[in-house]
């Protein structure tokens, strides 16, 4: 069975730094895409930064030059460092395991509070 459980959320001031983890459990890791969502209530779930099987990596939105995704296959687990934290970067982030035509995964969320 797969899971996706993320940590590492928090409250943290403006300009402060966290960063998110998320393990994989089911044996699909290695072969999957790998993403960080984030969702703000009322909003529109959007995508922060994704990397492939291969290690391509990309940024979209207000992520560009702040945030950074990187995965380790052999724990199962990618990560999301979050430098230069704004109050609009609070949201719920999810984490996503995808492959094409193939499975869609998605983790329960952790919550990223950022005060000003």
């Known amino acids: 069975q797969v899971q996706l459980a993320e940590s590492g959320g928090g409250l943290v001031q403006a300009g402060g730094s966290l960063r998110l983890s998320c393990v994989v459990s089911g044996s699909i890791f290695s072969r999957s895409v790998m993403a960080w969502y984030r969702q703000v209530p009322g909003k529109q779930r959007e995508l922060v930064a994704k990397i492939t099987s291969g290690g391509s990596i990309n940024y979209f939105g207000s992520a560009k030059g702040r945030f950074s995704i990187s995965r380790d296959n052999a724990k199962d687990t990618v990560y999301l460092q979050m430098n230069s934290l704004q109050p609009e970067d609070t949201a719920v982030y999810y984490c996503?395991?995808?492959?094409?035509?193939?499975?869609?995964?998605w983790g329960k969320g952790t919550l990223v509070t950022v005060s000003s």
């Open positions: 996503n395991a995808w492959r094409w035509n193939d499975y869609d995964y």
